[in-house]
């Protein structure tokens, strides 16, 4: 996690140079825009291999356009929306092409995506340095953006104070989401385009196994014949991250069932404290059951409940886990029909009865990975 962190931070000033060039080309079209980071880089989550990701905000102002893209800019400013805008006249489509006349992109890699709930521009920089120069020798310094604009439906701003919430509630979430990250960058199945899962996605797997995880040890330690009550068990703040790891691995990648199971962190509204302010907020999660009985699983697994049988195996052969089958958390919702054919369910703790991850068509590829990573894990080398 250490080098992960070190190298993020020697990518951080060509991160910064391609962040200042985006905002740059958005005020030369709109001289009021402001482009925001958000995502990992805000929130102090990301890997070497992360995009950044950069939302750019328009003045809101009253404007009697018809065109809702004209009044989302304003008058003043929404003049610039057609020119170079192309057929469809959009702001990506507008800002997109600006950014292909510019000469620090890599111009075959300049990609607009509208057919999403929030429309995103994707480019990769050449290598940048520091001082914003191009760079001839360092490859390492090129940058991946990810671009969209401020629109109702977009949460990226609100979800980092979320996940800084997250990481000060669960120290150890940080140091998970390091390692787990790369192995599923080393895997490709990072990538939301492509059926991966996002790092918002992990941060909330993540959460909710460390909360299950707590529940099980408070639970250990009431109950008198536990061996940690005796005194075994560890002490209080001394987490062994080794063990939360192989737990994470063995719990998403052997015995949680997606078909079946669906995850949210359900978190608690914050409450008013004597003196005007807000008490921290604090998580509790939840299962959640879901019906996709008619959905065929393409492993063949065989899989029913909230966890997979453990005298299951996976295709190949190789058995799953020969610990303890989960039991059921106590707070148990049911899912919406509307979402059954989603192929992973996290609630966006955001935005009630929201999936995040309703197009990680890869979660069964993730799910083996995290297994086979067990297994390395489970034999002296983790290979990520």
């Given at each position: 996690a250490r080098r992960v962190e070190a190298e993020t931070e020697r990518r951080l000033g060509a991160r910064m140079v391609a962040v200042s060039k985006v905002q740059a080309a958005a005020t030369s079209l709109w001289p009021r825009a402001?482009?925001?980071?958000?995502?990992?880089?805000a929130t102090g989550l990301s890997v070497p291999s992360s995009d950044v990701d950069v939302v750019v905000c328009l003045p809101k102002v009253m404007s009697?356009?018809?065109?809702?893209?004209l009044a989302r800019a304003g008058v003043m400013e929404g003049r610039h929306l057609m020119k170079g805008g192309g057929a469809s006249g959009t702001l990506q489509a507008t800002l997109a092409h600006v950014l292909s006349l510019a000469e620090?992109?890599?111009?075959?890699?300049?990609?607009?995506?509208?057919?999403?709930?929030?429309?995103?521009?994707?480019?990769?920089?050449?290598?940048?340095?520091?001082?914003?120069?191009?760079s001839a020798t360092d490859k390492g310094s090129s940058v991946r953006l990810d671009v969209t604009f401020e629109v109702d439906n977009h949460r990226g701003v609100a979800a980092v104070s979320l996940v800084r919430q997250l990481v000060a509630a669960f120290p150890e979430l940080k140091a998970l989401f390091f390692v787990?990250?790369?192995?599923?960058?080393?895997?490709?199945?990072?990538?939301?385009?492509?059926?991966?899962?996002?790092?918002?996605?992990?941060?909330?797997?993540?959460?909710?196994?460390?909360?299950?995880?707590?529940?099980?040890?408070?639970?250990?330690?009431?109950?008198p014949a536990s061996p940690s009550s005796a005194g075994g068990g560890v002490a209080a703040g001394d987490v062994n991250l080794g063990e939360q790891l192989a737990g994470f691995l063995d719990f998403f990648g052997n015995r949680f069932d997606p078909r079946s199971t669906g995850i949210s962190?359900?978190?608690?509204?914050?409450?008013?404290?004597?003196?005007?302010?807000?008490?921290?907020?604090?998580?509790a999660g939840r299962f959640l059951p879901r019906d996709q009985s008619s959905v065929s699983e393409p492993f063949g697994a065989g899989r029913s409940g909230l966890v997979r049988n453990?005298?299951?195996?996976?295709?190949?052969?190789?058995?799953?886990?020969e610990e303890a089958t989960m039991p059921l958390p106590h707070k148990i919702d049911t899912l919406?029909?509307?979402?059954?054919?989603?192929?992973?369910?996290?609630?966006?703790?955001?935005?009630?009865?929201h999936n995040v991850t309703r197009n990680c068509f890869r979660i069964y590829r993730i799910q083996r990975a995290f297994s086979d990573a067990l297994v390395n894990l489970r034999n002296g080398v983790l290979a990520i």
């Open positions: 402001v482009c925001k980071v958000f995502g990992s880089i009697t356009e018809a065109a809702p893209a620090w992109i890599q111009s075959d890699s300049l990609k607009t995506i509208e057919n999403t709930a929030v429309p995103v521009i994707t480019l990769t920089t050449k290598p940048l340095s520091a001082t914003g120069a191009l787990v990250k790369s192995l599923l960058t080393s895997k490709g199945l990072d990538n939301p385009y492509t059926g991966g899962l996002t790092s918002f996605g992990l941060v909330l797997l993540l959460t909710r196994y460390l909360q299950h995880h707590n529940e099980e040890k408070r639970r250990s330690d009431a109950d962190i359900e978190p608690e509204p914050a409450l008013p404290t004597p003196r005007g302010g807000l008490k921290s907020r604090t998580f453990q005298s299951q195996t996976h295709a190949g052969g190789r058995r799953t886990s919406e029909r509307r979402f059954h054919l989603d192929p992973l369910y996290i609630e966006n703790p955001l935005v009630p009865n």
